[in-house]
């Protein structure tokens, strides 16, 4: 009923028909592209762990679908133009839970405690169950932490009997995500170096706290009894200790101009790692990585204090914290809400510097990385490098590190242009980081198609690696996925497609105050949108292999 009002009410314009015979012409290159290549095969090797497959898939099914991404997206930007019907969609919401906060300083800086503003009722969870529940997924964190590394060094070699690999990859690396973009994000609770970054940082507070204090009564210590009494009697000498114990948790201060670039350059350095190393095949290696991640980890939280850090320093949290933001569960003033998947994207929070958008267009880039680098023409462009005389783990440091520089560019392109096809007083920077969060959206799409029959063919092997880690089946079974399953990673893929234009699209209602101007503001993004989801359809209708020259 919504969708016949505002057709009703608006009429496509000259400037969202052209929009529309752009989209629908890339579409169309895209259809012919397909027929020039060899199709039908959708596949996914995830972490070295599964074997060669393909997937059939109907050739006509991956062009319709892929058509129907396009016609969507023209829809979108011709025809909804109603700024109640988008503001109603994003704002929907069910509280479930109202939540009293134990530290809110910790989850969300500069706001407001929730205990204060959000009275718990009788649906609410008191700050004893918060802390519980905290402490619960804390110690399972450290747990699964404590099994990469046991197992790792003592476990079985086998990988997919390996407790270690399956935890590192199967469960942190493609299922915790998906729990965080399809659920809510569960990272913040049992995420283990954070549980020991804050015990270690508590354990240094006191320690320079106790120095302090052992320094004060040094220095004020009186020369002669008289003197001692007198202090002794005013108070004084109490007053004084009680100030200089207050110590500051972190031992230096975040440099403001770093932002989120330390995770940039780590979430880029373990999708390098990842690949040119072998961690998948080799335990004690992921053993050993797994304790050198730790230790870099709880060293930077206690220098710059473990909010800062995990806010914006460390790659895992700050991967987890944008995936949570396409959740349907929420949690906002305190309050847990079920929302429309995707409405925290349009937020203006999400995504606040420079950083923090690169950090996105990475998150895009490591995901088309490494299904290209499984794919045959992958395996040319290495084994072309390579004949240069180029190391191989080299290459794929170029193609990673160029391939995102080229992304990075040609966003910051759409930027730019977005603000000639809209005029407007907002800042290229500005639209590149409202902009930027709907690309979570295809990330995640794209996340769930790449890992998902991976994870559904070793469900058995993991069962049976946590039911008994150190003595599993010697030939630990896998599941043989049926042919299906490639059109539902061409669907999830096409549906975090979906969900990124109508996010992008209210995003422009956001920032553009004109609907014609808030339509015109979209293309370039719309574009980048769109010749992604091609690019990668393209990829999963590719058979896939190992990649070359690495033993991971």
Avoid at 159 to 183: C, D, S, Y
Avoid at 258 to 263: N, R, V
Wanted: charged share 15%.
């Amino acid at each position: 009923m919504w969708v016949v009002v505002v057709i009703s009410r608006v009429s496509p314009s000259r400037s969202a028909r052209a929009v529309g015979s752009i989209v629908l012409g890339l579409g169309a290159i895209g259809i012919v592209a397909g027929y020039w290549t060899e199709p039908v095969a959708a596949s996914n090797v995830a972490a070295g762990l599964g074997d060669d497959r393909t997937l059939t898939v109907p050739t006509w099914l991956t062009l319709l679908t892929g058509g129907a991404a396009v016609g969507a997206s023209a829809l979108l930007a011709a025809l909804v133009t109603d700024r109640r019907f988008v503001d109603t969609v994003h704002e929907w919401g069910v509280p479930l839970a109202a939540i009293a906060e134990s530290n809110p300083t910790e989850s969300s800086p500069g706001k407001s405690s929730p205990a204060e503003s959000s009275p718990v009722g009788s649906t609410g969870l008191s700050r004893r169950t918060v802390a519980a529940g905290s402490l619960i997924g804390g110690g399972l964190g450290v747990l699964g932490l404590a099994a990469v590394i046991v197992v790792g060094l003592e476990g079985p070699t086998m990988p997919t009997a390996n407790l270690a690999v399956i935890i590192a990859f199967v469960g942190v690396r493609a299922v915790l995500p998906m729990v965080a973009f399809l659920v809510v994000d569960p990272w913040p609770t049992i995420d283990p170096f954070r549980t020991l970054a804050r015990g270690v940082d508590k354990l240094v507070t006191r320690v320079r706290e106790l120095v302090t204090r052992v320094r004060e009564r040094v220095r004020r210590r009186p020369s002669n009894p008289s003197t001692n009494e007198t202090n002794r009697t005013d108070g004084t000498n109490e007053t004084n200790e009680n100030d200089s114990s207050a110590v500051d948790s972190a031992l230096l201060e975040y440099p403001t101009w770093l932002s989120s670039w330390p995770a940039v350059l780590g979430l880029g350095a373990l999708v390098w790692l990842e690949l040119v190393l072998p961690i998948t095949t080799d335990t004690e290696l992921l053993a050993f990585t797994a304790v050198g991640y730790a230790g870099y980890t709880v060293t930077g939280a206690v220098l710059f204090s473990p909010t800062v850090w995990f806010r914006r320093a460390d790659p895992l949290a700050v991967l987890f914290r944008l995936y949570g933001a396409v959740a349907p569960i929420q949690r906002r003033d305190g309050t847990v809400r079920l929302v429309v998947p995707g409405a925290r994207l349009r937020d203006a929070d999400v995504v606040t510097d420079s950083s923090d958008v690169a950090f996105v267009v990475l998150l895009v880039w490591e995901l088309t990385f490494n299904g290209f680098v499984v794919t045959r023409p992958g395996r040319r462009v290495v084994e072309a490098l390579v004949a240069t005389g180029l190391p191989a783990r080299v290459v794929y440091l170029a193609l990673l590190v160029g391939g995102f520089a080229v992304a990075l560019a040609v966003y910051w392109l759409a930027a730019h242009l977005s603000r000639r096809t809209a005029p407007t007083y907002l800042s290229e920077r500005v639209l590149a980081r409202r902009f930027a969060p709907p690309l979570l959206a295809i990330a995640a799409g794209y996340h769930l198609a790449h890992y998902v029959t991976f994870v559904v063919s070793l469900a058995p092997a993991s069962l049976a690696a946590l039911s008994s880690p150190f003595a599993p089946p010697v030939n630990p079974t896998t599941l043989v996925v049926p042919g299906w399953m490639g059109t539902l990673e061409i669907a999830t893929l096409l549906a975090g497609h979906v969900l990124a234009i109508w996010t992008a699209h209210a995003i422009a209602f956001d920032c553009v105050p004109g609907r014609l101007q808030a339509i015109r503001s979209q293309y370039p993004f719309v574009v980048v949108m769109v010749c992604y989801t091609a690019l990668s359809l393209w990829l999963l209708t590719l058979p896939t292999m190992e990649p070359v020259y690495v033993a991971g």
